[in-house]
């Protein structure tokens, strides 16, 4: 066992509000440059820097996360992590069908492109993707659990976009595999506030918008090595894995 850095809440140049800087070579080389071990690749509702970016991790020996960050109709953002290809495909295809019919303004909003490894454009999306999917956070929950992957409610703490400020509440029955607080606050201040989360397990990110603010808050994990499965278990906090601290 040993511990790993990793930071799973990171936005490529696909997001409409993530600088232009975070192409898939530089998320790499800062992640590699401060050390992280584990990213995870969390792109507003859609999934399509993930595979590339996994491959260009793996050259420096970092594990990729693969995932989103997806807007529920109720305005909650909720991190989404998937263990392959093939099942982040059909998570791709879920987002495509549930993403509303509101197109971006890249004027507005900013550009929403996939690029290659050489920086060239292979896909532009027209849709906006901040919106909110047509689909509800109990909805959401129980899809990617039938798909095998890792539902997370992102940045709980914030006044915005977060399980609380859209909700109120932590809604009975939700079964998150942990809940993310930002970097704005910590795990000891939320546990006052919101005492139903000692039954769950904490982690922090960065929410990295910008390539300078990758690793600027990570969770550690004790781990066996860097899985998916691995991840999983100390989520849970079984078979000696665990989270160190967040």
């Known amino acids: 066992m040993r511990d790993f850095r990793a930071d799973l809440h990171i936005h490529t140049l696909l997001s409409p509000c993530g600088d232009l800087g975070m192409s898939p ?13 584990i990213i995870g690749i969390t792109d507003h509702n859609s999934t399509r820097h993930t595979a590339l970016i996994k491959r260009l991790a793996a050259r420096k020996g970092i ?35 549930r993403l509303l019919e509101i197109m971006n303004d890249p004027l507005f909003f900013g550009d929403q492109v996939v690029i290659d490894e050489e920086e060239n454009i292979v896909f532009n999306e027209p849709r906006l993707l901040t919106n909110a999917i047509d689909c509800s956070i109990d909805d959401l929950e ?22 609380y400020s859209q909700l109120g509440f932590l809604p009975e029955g939700l079964k998150p595999d942990a809940i993310e607080i930002s970097k704005r606050s910590t795990p000891s201040k939320e546990l006052v506030q919101h005492p139903e989360l000692k039954n769950f397990t904490l982690i922090t990110n960065s929410d990295s918008h910008f390539p300078g603010h990758i690793g600027s808050a990570m969770t550690i994990f004790r781990l066996e090595n860097a899985t998916f499965s691995e991840i999983s278990l100390a989520l849970k906090g079984e078979k000696g894995r665990k989270v160190v601290r967040q």
């Open 63 to 97: 594990f990729t996360m693969l995932g989103a960050e997806v807007t529920t109709m109720e305005e909650v953002h909720c991190l989404t992590f998937f263990e392959n290809t093939d099942t982040l495909e059909k998570f791709q295809e879920f987002l495509d069908s």
């Open 25 to 37: 070579v530089n998320i790499v080389s800062e992640a590699a440059e401060k050390g992280i071990d």
């Open 142 to 163: 129980k899809f990617v659990h039938s798909l095998g992957g890792l539902f997370i409610p992102a940045h709980i703490d914030r006044m915005k976009n977060s399980i």
